[in-house]
């Protein structure tokens, strides 16, 4: 969702666009736009992150037959493939 609003608020204000709305787009506008999608972006990732090492531990010592091994072999989501799995199912689903 917030790709699109980003991808329409930069075509909105380049070419092809009749009446009302002036040529160019305002540069801080565009800007902030950006910020704005990339920290909701991180903000994603640092709840999947979050979210993957407190709840795939439980899973496995619910369903795994033999649980301890289960954890012992368990490894955490680091910062950077939750951001590409973020990306990835942003992506995906939207």
């Given at each position: 969702?917030t ?9 909105g204000?380049?070419g092809?666009?009749?009446g009302g709305r002036k040529?160019?787009g305002d ?8 910020a ?5 972006l991180?903000v994603?990732?640092?709840?999947v992150?979050?979210?993957w090492n407190r709840?795939?531990?439980?899973l496995?010592n619910?369903?795994h037959?033999?649980?301890t091994?289960?954890?012992?072999n368990?490894?955490?989501l680091n910062?950077?493939?939750a951001?590409?799995l973020?990306v990835?199912s ?5």
């Amino acid at each position: 969702m917030t790709f699109t609003l980003l991808a329409h608020h930069l075509l909105g204000h380049h070419g092809g666009q009749r009446g009302g709305r002036k040529e160019g787009g305002d540069p801080m506008s565009t800007l902030y736009v950006l910020a704005v999608v990339m920290v909701i972006l991180l903000v994603k990732a640092y709840i999947v992150q979050w979210t993957w090492n407190r709840v795939v531990p439980v899973l496995l010592n619910s369903l795994h037959p033999s649980p301890t091994e289960a954890v012992r072999n368990f490894r955490e989501l680091n910062y950077v493939d939750a951001l590409i799995l973020t990306v990835l199912s942003n992506c995906l689903f939207s």
